[in-house]
T-cell receptor, first 109, second 116 residues
Framework: RKEVEQDPGPFNVPEGATVAFNCTYSNSASQSFFWYRQDCRKEPKLLMSVYSSGNEDGRFTAQLNRASQYISLLIRDSKLSDSATYLCVVTRNTGKLIFGQGTTLQVKP | GAVVSQHPSRVICKSGTSVKIECRSLDFQATTMFWYRQFPKKSLMLMATSNEGSKATYEQGVEKDKFLINHASLTLSTLTVTSAHPEDSSFYIC????????????FGPGTRLTVL
């Protein structure tokens, strides 16, 4: 079983839609949690950190449920420019980043 | 924000040759640099962790004699793929942590290696 699991998608949604991605992690000792965005053939870029109290940044909301070992990302009012792969990332106490496979989002006009 | 560069961005080589990839932190001192590999439609896989002035720590299953890592200064780490084979073709990405913000990794733009 992978340490970080995501549904690879793709998720095809129309502009303006709300879309949610989920991620589960298997190591209960995981310390920090992030969502990264990766465009085709580019490096991943940090989108936002994820906290148990929830974290909102504009149209993006991330949530962590430690009891269920579950992380979510909600994107409201999708834009064409949101089309990308969204990577769920957890860290161990060593500081290493463990990446999920990524969920691909395609926003259509 | 912190900038990490990689060179070359793309390389095509013949089977059996060695390829060196450079990773530089341009505006900060990187205590630690990480090397990742990503195959198409797969997640980034950590290959090794490199601390300035010491030997790299390799992840399980990564051959240290095939993927040579040197971290000679606080701004430069190199990955050399020795005797490259077609199965080594991949997207190689480095990241670096700032001495003053060790919880954040800044990623380089990646190097696409194609071995013919």
């Amino acid at each position: 079983r992978k340490e970080v699991e995501q549904d690879p998608g793709p998720f095809n949604v129309p502009e303006g839609a709300t879309v949610a991605f989920n991620c589960t992690y298997s190591n209960s000792a995981s310390q920090s949690f992030f969502w990264y965005r990766q465009d085709c053939r580019k490096e991943p870029k940090l989108l936002m950190s994820v906290y148990s109290s929830g974290n909102e940044d504009g149209r993006f909301t991330a949530q962590l449920n430690r009891a269920s070992q579950y992380i979510s990302l909600l994107i409201r009012d999708s834009k064409l420019s949101d089309s990308a792969t969204y990577l769920c990332v957890v860290t161990r106490n060593t500081g290493k980043l463990i990446f999920g496979q990524g969920t691909t989002l395609q926003v259509k006009p | 924000g912190a900038v990490v560069s990689q060179h070359p961005s793309r390389v095509i080589c013949k089977s059996g040759t060695s390829v060196k990839i450079e990773c530089r932190s341009l505006d900060f001192q990187a205590t630690t640099m990480f090397w990742y590999r990503q195959f198409p439609k797969k997640s980034l896989m950590l290959m090794a962790t490199s601390n300035e002035g010491s030997k790299a720590t390799y992840e399980q299953g990564v051959e240290k004699d095939k993927f040579l890592i040197n971290h000679a200064s606080l701004t430069l780490s190199t990955l050399t793929v020795t005797s490259a084979h077609p199965e080594d073709s991949s997207f190689y990405i480095c990241s670096a942590t700032d001495k003053g913000a060790i919880d954040t990794q800044y990623f380089g733009p990646g190097t696409r290696l194609t071995v013919l």
